[in-house]
């Protein structure tokens, strides 16, 4: 069975320091892991994701992660934090390319302080 | 143009109402989602449905039944409503693996 754990349920950073979102999953096959993000009272948008290409994945808004097998782990970063990145984000598993089934983790609050 | 849209955006009712939210999606996408998040922002998936036939029903109280008259549209209706429904039940739509939420909507049981 797939599961995903996000460490940290709040993330402060200051204004320009670095972002890290910790994920971490598991999954019987080989993943396919996303990254949303939650602007208050708003839907999900995808951020970035990752489908068994490049280990290092680029996304919107100057976001990344890397996919790391060895560590089960799919860590969302961003080299400067901006006022603007003040959102819920959420970590996602699914088993590949034609299942419908995704598993969110319970989110990260991330506040930027300034 | 919006993507996903859902109707309506709140939802205030009392104990043991039917009510019923509506998704539309204009992506032209195969697959629909419903989810649930509460309170502390979990997000759990409800059901899936793809070219209009249900594929995923996860463990759902029987009170809530989806129905897609097309592609294009996936509802959402829910019999007895009870205090722990609410919640805010988000649509989403896929074409592979990418996600498209709806903005949400806001349900409030009374």
């Known amino acids: 069975a797939q599961s995903v754990t996000q460490l940290g349920s709040h993330v402060s950073v200051s204004e320009g320091a670095l972002v890290l979102l910790r994920c971490n999953y598991s999954?019987?096959?080989?993943?396919?892991l996303f990254w949303y993000v939650q602007y208050p009272n708003q839907g999900l948008q995808l951020l970035l994701k990752?489908?068994?290409?490049?280990?290092l994945v680029k996304g919107i808004n100057g976001f990344e992660a890397e996919f790391k097998k060895s560590e089960t782990s799919f860590h969302l970063t961003k080299p400067s934090a901006h006022m603007s990145d003040a959102a819920e984000y959420f970590c996602a598993v699914s088993e590949g390319a034609g299942t419908y089934k995704y598993i969110f983790g319970t989110g990260t609050r991330l506040k930027v302080l300034a | 143009d919006t993507a996903v849209s859902q109707t309506p955006k709140y939802l205030v009712t009392q104990m043991g109402n039917d009510k019923s939210i509506k998704c539309e999606q204009n992506l032209g996408h195969d697959t629909m989602y419903w989810y649930k998040q509460d309170s502390k922002k979990f997000l759990k998936i409800m059901f899936s449905y793809n070219n209009k036939e249900l594929i995923i029903n996860e463990t759902v109280p029987n009170r809530f039944s989806p129905k897609s008259p097309d592609k294009a549209h996936l509802n959402l209706h829910i019999n007895s409503l009870e205090l722990g429904d609410s919640a805010v039940y988000f649509c989403?739509?896929?074409?592979?693996?990418?996600?498209?939420f709806g903005p949400g909507t806001r349900l409030l049981v009374l």
């Open positions: 989403a739509s896929s074409l592979g693996e990418t996600q498209y």
């Open positions: 999954s019987s096959v080989p993943p396919y």
């Open positions: 990752y489908t068994s290409a490049a280990t």
